[in-house]
């Protein structure tokens, strides 16, 4: 080797080393860049596998609500359906007692029946407001075959106004704020009724009456008088 050569031999190794080292530093770079990427997908890996777990623990908590849920529901359902199955029971108690009354009653005041149609269980309740009452009854009928009957039930109250005597009448007078109660059953029908009276009027009896309809015959007329202090239910 010539001694000129010598400087551009030494530039070419300075070179080669500085490639070399430029090598060597980008490799390092992109290694600790790889290890920053990985480190951030495995926290973001990490992150996501206990949002993961989160949803689940929540997806089954829900889901055990949710069977708890249904069981309360099934077994509301059943208590439903087996006081449905008591009232149904109950009503059939009902109507046989009120059956077996009527007839007791037919062969004790058969005056009190038409055809086996009558009203039971008739109490008159007085409220907190002067001359204002609540009347609840039952209307029957007892037959070998029981068929729909129909009609209006009307009431009549005989009294005394201011001294005078007077009676009032629900077809005529507006003792009855809706008027006469229209009905129609094949059994039974409890009736609930709001009696309205003047002030200064001295009530003493109350007639019911109605003309009772068998499809679009009248099958009869029913009437009965009771005496006011025989149901009437004081306030407590």
Do not use: C
């Amino acid at each position: 080797m010539h001694l000129s050569e010598i400087p551009q031999r030494l530039g070419q190794t300075r070179t080669i080393l500085l490639l070399g080292a430029s090598l060597l530093a980008m490799l390092i770079f992109g290694f600790v860049l790889a290890n920053v990427e990985r480190q951030r997908l495995l926290d973001k890996t990490e992150h996501l596998s206990h949002s993961v777990a989160n949803l689940r623990a929540e997806n089954e908590q829900l889901q055990t609500e949710s069977n708890q849920l249904q069981v309360k529901l099934e077994l509301a359902q059943m208590r439903s359906s087996q006081l449905k199955q008591e009232v149904v029971r109950l009503q059939e108690d009902i109507f046989s007692l009120q059956t077996d009354k009527a007839f007791y009653q037919h062969v004790v005041a058969p005056e009190t029946t038409q055809d086996g149609f009558f009203i039971d269980g008739l109490e008159l309740f007085a409220t907190s407001t002067e001359g204002y009452y609540r009347i609840t009854m039952v209307l029957l009928q007892q037959r070998a075959v029981s068929v729909v009957v129909k009609g209006e039930l009307a009431i009549s109250v005989t009294g005394s106004d201011n001294g005078q005597h007077r009676v009032l009448s629900s077809q005529t007078d507006d003792i009855l704020p809706e008027g006469n109660m229209a009905y129609a059953f094949k059994y039974f029908q409890p009736v609930t009724l709001y009696l309205q009276l003047p002030d200064g009027f001295t009530p003493q009896s109350m007639t019911l009456s109605t003309a009772v309809h068998q499809y679009k015959r009248l099958r009869g007329e029913y009437e009965r008088t009771y005496n006011w202090q025989d149901i009437i239910v004081p306030l407590p």
